[in-house]
């Protein structure tokens, strides 16, 4: 920036000190010449007749106007006589003060003199009897003023490669001073400001930037907090399923070592029979419960419209044996014609899990309350509730609130980790009311899809 200042700077300058010479040489010089133009007429008062029209009366007039050139020329433009003693002069009818002079009564004229070698100024006028009497004095011609400047010129060069020198320097030093105080906050990463309207835009720039670069580093941070975060969730989840597995597995291995023992009486075997069926069977939904789990987010099919409202009531028929064993009154409160965009099983899934849930939960002669509407699709019982020190982990996997209830009718604790999978595949909020030993509530908020 400073050696583009200087550079342009020096143009700039160079130029105005060029074209400032050449005007001032011309005006100098037009001043100059003017004078001998005001000087010579005076100079041909000083004639009279008296003068002899030769060389002798030339040089005679010469001496007196101190030492002008003075030449005698006839009507037909013929010498007659000259200061400088010049012999065999020819014809002066065509020079151009002279002809000026025949033609108006006087001429002037610049030019150098053929004779003299020098540049001339040369005054021209015609006497009463016809013929002329020139005088010319001697100047300088412009570039010779020129030349004689030259040497103030290279000095004021010199002096302005100096100044501009001097004024780069301190211009870019105060130019680039605030530059650099708004740089240097910039990069502790604050919010910068400036008094200098012309930086304003510099100041925008770089607070968007920092802005930018903070919520990358935010996002990073986010993204790594959420790998520690996946790891401690895949090994929370390794340890879970292997707890899970480890109960069904050791029974079946401890019936099956004492059916091998070939001990065991009738009665006990065909109960070594049950337990191991049993507990095969819970294996076998513990291991379709995680595979389910998992395939919501390896599913890409692509969502459509479906009647949510058929749903939950085709899911209240089913699970209404299960409720009128244990008196437990289900209140449908639901819609008609309540559609979502998604998919039949997942909506299955939702729905099927929270109303279990509220059946399994609850207390004998308890209630369920089912409501869908546009806005959301809520359950509620009157069960057991949810103390408070678990509401925050009511959606965790392998979490029940009663674990006499584990891994009965295949609930392990993954059915509402599920429901909100599914609700923030779908862009909704899952949350609960509890109360414990009141009841609880679940809500799914289609609003803020």
Not at 100 to 110: H, L, T
Request: glycine share 6%; charged share 25%.
């Amino acid at each position: 920036m400073r050696k583009r200042i200087l550079i342009i700077s020096l143009i700039t300058t160079l130029l105005g000190i060029i074209f400032f010479t050449l005007a001032f040489t011309s005006s100098y010089y037009n001043a100059v010449i003017d004078q001998p133009k005001s000087v010579l007429p005076v100079y041909y008062n000083m004639y009279d007749e008296e003068y002899s029209f030769d060389d002798d009366g030339a040089k005679a007039l010469s001496e007196k106007l101190g030492g002008a050139r003075v030449t005698f020329i006839t009507a037909e433009g013929e010498v007659a006589g000259d200061s400088s003693g010049e012999e065999n002069l020819p014809n002066h009818s065509d020079r151009e003060e002279i002809a000026e002079a025949m033609e108006s009564g006087e001429g002037f004229a610049i030019r150098k003199s053929q004779t003299l070698g020098e540049n001339m100024v040369y005054y021209c006028r015609q006497t009463e009897s016809g013929d002329l009497v020139r005088i010319a004095i001697s100047t300088q011609s412009e570039w010779a003023f020129l030349l004689r400047s030259l040497s103030s010129v290279i000095t004021y060069i010199l002096l302005d490669i100096v100044a501009c020198l001097l004024f780069t320097y301190f211009a870019t030093y105060f130019m680039l001073r605030p530059v650099e105080e708004l740089t240097t906050k910039a990069t502790l990463g604050g919010e910068v400001s400036t008094g200098y309207p012309e930086l304003k835009t510099i100041c925008d720039v770089l607070n968007e930037r920092n802005r930018s670069i903070n919520s990358q580093m935010r996002e990073l941070e986010n993204e790594r907090l959420m790998v520690q975060k996946a790891q401690d969730s895949k090994n929370e989840f390794i340890a879970n399923v292997t707890h899970e597995m480890n109960t069904p597995l050791t029974s079946i291995k401890g019936y099956a070592e004492l059916l091998c023992s070939g001990q065991l009486s009738e009665e006990l075997r065909q109960t070594a029979y049950s337990t191991i069926s049993a507990q095969t069977e819970r294996l076998t939904n513990l291991i379709a419960c995680i595979i389910n789990y998992n395939e919501i987010d390896s599913d890409d099919l692509p969502p459509y419209e479906l009647d949510f409202t058929k749903i939950v009531r085709e899911t209240l028929a089913v699970v209404r044996p299960e409720a009128d064993k244990r008196g437990i009154e289900l209140v449908d409160r639901t819609e008609n014609n309540i559609t979502v965009i998604s998919r039949h099983e997942m909506m299955s899934e939702l729905a099927g899990n929270l109303i279990r849930n509220a059946i399994r939960y609850n207390k004998d002669g308890g209630k369920v309350i089912v409501e869908l509407n546009f806005k959301h699709f809520s359950v509620e019982d009157t069960g057991i509730g949810i103390a408070p020190e678990n509401m925050d982990k009511v959606f965790s996997r392998f979490f029940t609130v009663d674990k006499s209830h584990s891994g009965k009718n295949g609930g392990f604790g993954l059915g509402l980790a599920v429901c909100k999978k599914i609700c923030q595949r779908q862009g909704w909020h899952i949350s609960v009311e509890s109360r414990l030993g009141e009841g609880s509530k679940f809500t799914v908020d289609f609003s803020l899809n």
